[in-house]
């Protein structure tokens, strides 16, 4: 049996009318048009006060993205920067680009950066709208669910765990790309649907099988980059939700679930770390 999106450990077999996600008796309200639940009726049952004011003005649920168009441009921009340092549009380069590149050996010599900046570059014009695509498409969603600041410390946390998967898959061939992060927001994506919050519309594994695919199959896609990412996400995504115990979006994540993003982030490093010390 389903279980209510606000309340994971009650079952329930009611569901909201607007957004068909189910709900419990204590989070329903009835309405002349049928169920509904508390940001689509606008009134808990049983409780004479509006909604919270961060749901109404839509920091999450209904807010138009802000963290997704930001980071989009940012990208673009690094790339614009690359172009004017002498990149071509089919093949990136420039000084900025050297500097900011993943390279298991530069990272063993203090340019700790690295696994960070190397999310802000792409190899070619068609890699960038791959990629930018791919994140408004799904990040958007993500971002309206979680809310701001938990999404960009998914974004980040999962972005090191990309860099981190890279350097042990390929620790000495130059990475670049935001693949990881993104990545990463399929694997809490994968988690949250699992627990019946199907913030990608239920579609969550079946996106994530298709890119598995497609980072086997097509050269030069970084496998470790793409797993690692994968795999810190839905980590990250467990943390948020108090692995299982709360919701990732209305719930408040707590000492368990801050103490888990910063575990992925700091696990990361220390894999990251490991793996680049015999370059050192």
């Given at each position: 049996?389903?279980t209510?999106?606000?309340?994971?450990?009650?079952?329930?077999?009611?569901?909201?009318?607007?957004?068909?996600?189910?709900?419990?008796?204590?989070?329903?309200?009835?309405?002349?048009?049928?169920?509904?639940?508390?940001?689509?009726?606008?009134?808990?049952?049983?409780?004479?006060?509006?909604?919270?004011?961060?749901?109404?003005?839509?920091?999450?649920?209904?807010a138009?993205?802000?963290?997704?168009?930001?980071?989009?441009?940012?990208?673009?921009?690094?790339?614009?920067?690359?172009?004017?340092?002498?990149?071509?549009?089919?093949?990136?380069?420039?000084?900025?680009?050297?500097?900011?590149?993943?390279?298991?050996?530069?990272?063993?010599?203090?340019?700790?950066?690295?696994?960070?900046?190397?999310?802000?570059?792409?190899?070619?014009?068609?890699?960038?709208?791959?990629?930018?695509?791919?994140?408004?498409?799904i990040?958007?969603?993500?971002?309206?669910?979680?809310?701001?600041?938990?999404?960009?410390?998914?974004?980040?946390?999962?972005?090191?765990?990309?860099?981190?998967?890279?350097?042990?898959?390929?620790?000495?061939?130059?990475?670049?790309?935001?693949?990881?992060?993104?990545?990463?927001?399929?694997?809490?994506?994968?988690?949250?649907?699992?627990?019946?919050h199907?913030?990608?519309?239920?579609?969550?594994?079946?996106?994530?099988?298709?890119?598995?695919?497609?980072?086997?199959?097509?050269?030069?896609?970084?496998?470790?980059?793409?797993?690692?990412?994968?795999?810190?996400?839905?980590?990250?995504?467990?943390?948020?939700?108090?692995?299982?115990?709360?919701?990732?979006?209305?719930?408040?994540?707590?000492?368990?679930?801050?103490?888990?993003?910063?575990?992925?982030?700091?696990l990361?490093?220390?894999?990251?770390?490991?793996?680049?010390?015999?370059?050192?």
């Amino acid at each position: 049996m389903a279980t209510c999106y606000r309340h994971p450990d009650r079952e329930t077999g009611l569901s909201c009318g607007e957004c068909e996600r189910p709900i419990c008796h204590d989070c329903m309200t009835v309405t002349p048009v049928g169920v509904r639940c508390p940001e689509h009726a606008g009134q808990r049952r049983g409780v004479g006060l509006r909604m919270p004011a961060g749901l109404r003005s839509g920091t999450r649920g209904d807010a138009a993205p802000l963290v997704v168009p930001v980071l989009i441009g940012l990208n673009i921009f690094v790339f614009g920067v690359n172009l004017v340092q002498g990149a071509s549009l089919g093949e990136n380069g420039g000084a900025l680009f050297v500097d900011w590149l993943l390279f298991g050996p530069l990272v063993a010599a203090g340019d700790w950066w690295r696994i960070v900046t190397a999310a802000f570059l792409h190899g070619s014009l068609l890699h960038l709208g791959m990629n930018m695509l791919m994140l408004w498409w799904i990040g958007s969603p993500m971002e309206a669910a979680l809310g701001r600041a938990r999404f960009v410390a998914l974004y980040f946390a999962s972005a090191l765990a990309g860099s981190a998967g890279a350097l042990v898959w390929t620790p000495t061939a130059p990475t670049v790309g935001a693949s990881g992060a993104i990545f990463g927001i399929l694997g809490a994506a994968l988690v949250f649907e699992r627990q019946r919050h199907y913030v990608l519309g239920g579609s969550a594994l079946t996106i994530v099988v298709l890119n598995l695919v497609f980072t086997f199959a097509v050269p030069n896609i970084s496998i470790g980059g793409h797993v690692g990412g994968l795999a810190g996400g839905a980590l990250a995504g467990l943390a948020l939700s108090r692995f299982g115990r709360g919701h990732a979006a209305y719930g408040t994540p707590g000492l368990v679930g801050i103490a888990g993003i910063v575990g992925v982030a700091l696990l990361s490093l220390a894999v990251a770390y490991w793996r680049v010390q015999p370059y050192a």
